[in-house]
């Protein structure tokens, strides 16, 4: 029996309602020479059954049934049933494009010194609309898997997801790194940290034909628990190990700060829940943030969340009822200037409090509607009009200056919105 070219490991865990999407788009892979592992991890919606369903139909599908173990004890087992010389791994709710394998595995087949290869991910939204956040194009590759890890924390062109990539086998026979894989929370960032500096030569392509789905129901947007803190750990002891070579310190510190700001953010409002691990990671960012490169907004934003919570709560109530008392000066001529994220999440806030708004305004209005409000262009609007400017700081600072002294009656609540 010749050898599998490509083992692709599969968790699966109460994913009947995405499982078949998944496999099928495994199942179409271009290339041929594959093995396609199901671990069913003890699923009690049906989807163990559906494994076996799916693999009658296709000899190169494989199925283990284990008790409930968790997402890495079920990748543990697909590694140690695996026969390929690379491995992929694919996460039972995404789907991938039917020749994201076949082109992952070209640049392989000529330079076998290549232990990873890497094309990056879309995403693929709750409404079924798709998002590409990268603009690289071009293929590049590294011999110094530093190099590469530096790119990755950068996340300017692809993350350190393990599903959108394919390694060597022989990467993952150390038994002391294997008995280290974290339960849960932090393996990318775990294994991917591990296998980069171990690899020979790492090339990445822009395919992005792996599509990551917005799933409400998935692990990833679960409520905040202590056990999401894990990836902070994991990065803060690379910055340690890596010290001296500062691009990747800041590279990493940058993608730590992303979810230094989230997590501690959720400790504040649930304190004193949290009391210990909120005063732990304050003293992490406060002995990492001078090596990271940060924008005035973002260091205005931890500056906040790092203060005593009491003194963080005192800012909250007063950013609130200078919002509250805006929006009830304005009566029913209330305004969200911005429809992108930062306004969506304010409307969402403000249908918290019980608070009605005429609708959104756009500088160059592109549609008519969102989240069941009419856009209105500037234009079509009275000076009268209370605007509250939902957007990053950033681009708060460019409407102010394009209002001028035109519509007195605005209030800015970026850091309000970052921070709460």
Known sequence: MSEVELS????????????????????????????????DDGSTDGAGALCDELAVDDDRLRVIHQENAGVSAARMAGIIASRGRYLGFVDSDDYVDSDMYERLLAPVRQD?????????????????????????????????????????????????????KIYAHHLFTDEDFLSRWPHSHGEDIYVNAHVMPLARR?????????????????????????????????????????????????????????????????MQKSYPLYQKELHKYQELARKWLPKISLTDEQREMMEILL?????????????????LDFCRAADDNLYIYGAGIYG?????????????????VETEKSRDFCDGHNIYSLSALEEKAYLLLGMSKKNTQVVEKMLGARFPHRLAVASFLECT
Not at 127 to 147: H, I
Request: charged letters at 20%; hydrophobic letters at 40%; aromatic letters at 12%.
């Open 8 to 39: 692709i490991l599969v968790p699966v865990y109460n994913t009947a309602t995405y499982l078949y999407r998944c496999v099928t788009s495994l199942m179409a892979q271009t290339v041929r020479n594959i093995e396609i592992i199901l671990v």
């Open 112 to 164: 076998d010194s290549i232990d990873i290869s890497i094309g990056g991910n879309v995403v693929d939204n709750l409404d079924a609309s798709m998002r590409n956040p990268y603009t690289e194009r071009d293929v590049q590759a590294w011999d110094d898997g530093l190099v590469a890890m530096e790119k990755m924390f950068s996340n300017k062109s692809f993350t350190w997801s393990l599903c959108d």
């Open 202 to 266: 790492i090339v990445f392509q822009p395919i992005y034909g792996y599509h990551y789905c917005m799933n409400a129901d998935s692990m990833t947007h679960a409520a905040f628990t202590p056990e999401k803190l894990v990836p902070i750990d994991i990065e803060a002891a690379l910055m340690d190990k890596y010290m001296r070579r500062d691009e990747l310190v800041a590279s990493i510190g940058s993608a730590m700060f992303g979810l230094l700001r989230s997590y501690l953010k959720n």
């Open 307 to 323: 203060l005593a919570p009491t003194k963080y709560h005192e800012w909250i109530e007063n950013k609130e009822k200078e919002l």
């Open 344 to 360: 969506r999440r304010l409307g969402n806030l403000l249908k918290m409090y019980g608070i009605e708004y005429a609708g959104f």
